[in-house]
């Protein structure tokens, strides 16, 4: 029988672009988009053609694997046959996390198959071991390159330990407690372009314009410790703190990484960061995908957002514990 586990979706709340540099990321499981393994099933509504479509691709992922397997240590050990007999019988993996979007479809997928599958799995706890985490980001890492060439494993493992994850640099990574004693009615939320961003070609065109020496200071200088210490002051509660470095960091994103901001939103970006109604930054590589947004007063950013016939999608709302907490 196969596991029924649900995996979320997750958003990079900060970091993009500067882990590049092995600078801090924060990131978040987000509950409202899931995923988990399924059978096909008369006494279920499901789209047939697109469970056939994913059994299809299950198969090469399998492929995939087994190879994985044969080429690395114990780690990668799977229960083929019974993956086999489950493919066969029509395993696929339903899911409702948008493709190309940023947030973390293929690393629900991978973690849902480690569950499923791995014949050693490191079993995840609140007391997990910085070896044991850094091991399941490898694994991940590598589970996860058949969908995009190349991964770090953080959207995988952000799925599996369903927890914040605080990331000081590549080999330094942590669960962490957002604290609940935020007031007001502060919120954090999506705004959807309506298309998929394409990662790598922006990926490529920001380490090109890190060439410029100029521009290489700017990012180093201002981008990263914009954004390293926004994750600080969330973590620590500092709130009034938080948003002066938030606004810092989206002025920085609306200045010099204005080409991964579809031009749609523009306006609505730079009308955000001169009232402080809300301040919005990119939600990964940016082009496409999701723009994440911050307000103090949501119902205010809602009414303002709505002058550009943009609708938001809330992620947290009102208390910390709305807002930045997914501790189960």
Not at 44 to 55: E, I, P
Not at 105 to 134: C, H
């Amino acid at each position: 029988m196969i596991k029924n586990e649900i995996y979320y979706a997750k958003i990079l709340l900060f970091g993009e672009y500067c882990v590049i540099f092995n600078s801090m990321g924060l990131t978040i499981p987000y509950t409202h988009f899931t995923g988990h393994l399924s059978m096909p099933s008369e006494r279920k509504y499901t789209n047939l053609d697109f469970a056939l479509r994913s059994n299809q691709d299950l198969h090469e992922y399998a492929s995939y694997l087994k190879n994985l397997s044969s080429e690395e240590n114990e780690d990668f050990n799977m229960d083929f046959e019974n993956f086999d007999r489950d493919l066969n019988h029509g395993l696929y993996f339903e899911s409702n996390i948008p493709q190309g979007f940023g947030l973390g479809s293929s690393g629900a997928l991978v973690v849902a198959i480690y569950s499923a599958y791995a014949l050693n799995p490191v079993i995840r706890s609140r007391q997990m071991e910085k070896k044991d985490i850094l091991k399941l980001k490898y694994i991940f890492s590598r589970m996860e390159s058949f969908f995009h060439g190349t991964s770090s494993g953080l959207d995988p493992l952000n799925s599996y330990m369903q927890f914040p994850l605080l990331i000081n640099a590549k080999d330094d990574i942590q669960m962490v407690n957002i604290p609940r004693n935020h007031n007001g009615d502060s919120a954090i939320f999506l705004i959807n372009t309506g298309n998929p961003g394409k990662t790598e070609p922006l990926v490529n065109s920001f380490l090109e314009s890190n060439k410029n020496p100029e521009y290489n200071k700017k990012v180093k200088e201002q981008f990263i410790p914009y954004n390293n210490e926004s994750i600080k002051s969330l973590i620590a509660g500092n709130y009034d703190e938080f948003f002066d470095n938030l606004a810092k960091l989206s002025k920085f994103e609306y200045e010099y990484l204005k080409p991964m901001i579809p031009n749609a939103y523009h306006k609505a970006w730079d009308f955000g960061n001169t009232s402080s109604a809300f301040h919005l930054k990119l939600c990964g590589s940016g082009g496409g995908g999701f723009l994440l947004g911050f307000a103090r007063d949501y119902e205010q950013a809602r009414e303002e957002l709505g002058r550009f016939n943009i609708k938001p999608v809330t992620v947290y709302q009102k208390s910390a514990s709305k807002i930045l907490n997914n501790q189960g």
